[in-house]
């Protein structure tokens, strides 16, 4: 499988479970300006959506959106608990909480990246945002991941993109819990091997 990623993005999401895993990948860095990959190829041509995370198989197929290829990673494995088996209810507990990502904490600050948003706009979504950490710190006030004790696929997608609170001055302080929670998810080997690689 290749991995198509560009660093301080969601992409990162994947590499951390492929890592957490064990599976065999190559990873291609994407230019996401250019649209270009590190050995010179149309990345549109991979992925016309033209954003990282793409991940090709060895069939030639391409799945994007980071969620999706989350779940069939961890689906590769039978030997893990990264996320539950399909049509049980707590598989469906996981894609509630891949779509809150997703739809709050992601899309609630990828604006932000935004140079020419107005200061009231980035308020608005600071707000936004801190609301919704209001809501992670007390699930994780009284469990450890996000679907219990165990660490799982939407723990990676989380880490990741809490992580970009860094480019934005925002500290996870008023947020204990949280904070705590993304320092543990931070520890992990597989995560530091995977910013390693990213140079992260």
Not at 97 to 124: K, Q
Request: proline residues 6%.
């Amino acid at each position: 499988m290749k991995l198509y990623y560009a660093p301080n993005t969601c992409s990162f999401s994947p590499h951390i479970v492929l890592r957490e895993l064990g599976l065999p990948f190559e990873l291609v860095r994407v230019d996401n300006h250019h649209k270009t990959t590190e050995t010179g190829e149309d990345f549109l041509a991979i992925n016309p959506k033209g954003y990282v995370a793409a991940l090709a198989l060895e069939d030639g197929s391409v799945l994007t959106e980071g969620p999706a290829i989350l779940l069939y990673l961890a689906d590769l494995s039978s030997q893990t608990a990264l996320a539950p088996l399909a049509e049980s209810w707590e598989r469906y507990r996981l894609q509630e909480w891949l779509a809150f990502i997703n739809s709050e904490i992601h899309a609630g600050l990828a604006p932000l990246f935004n140079e020419r948003l107005p200061e009231t706009a980035c308020d608005l979504c600071r707000d936004k945002i801190f609301k919704r950490f209001d809501y992670l710190e007390g699930v994780l006030s009284n469990q450890s991941y996000l679907m219990g004790e165990s660490f799982g696929v939407a723990d990676a997608y989380l880490y990741t993109v809490t992580g970009w609170c860094r480019f934005f001055d925002i500290a996870l302080g008023p947020w204990p819990a949280l904070a705590s929670y993304v320092e543990r998810i931070g520890d992990r080997p597989a995560v530091r091997a995977a910013r390693q690689a990213e140079g992260i």
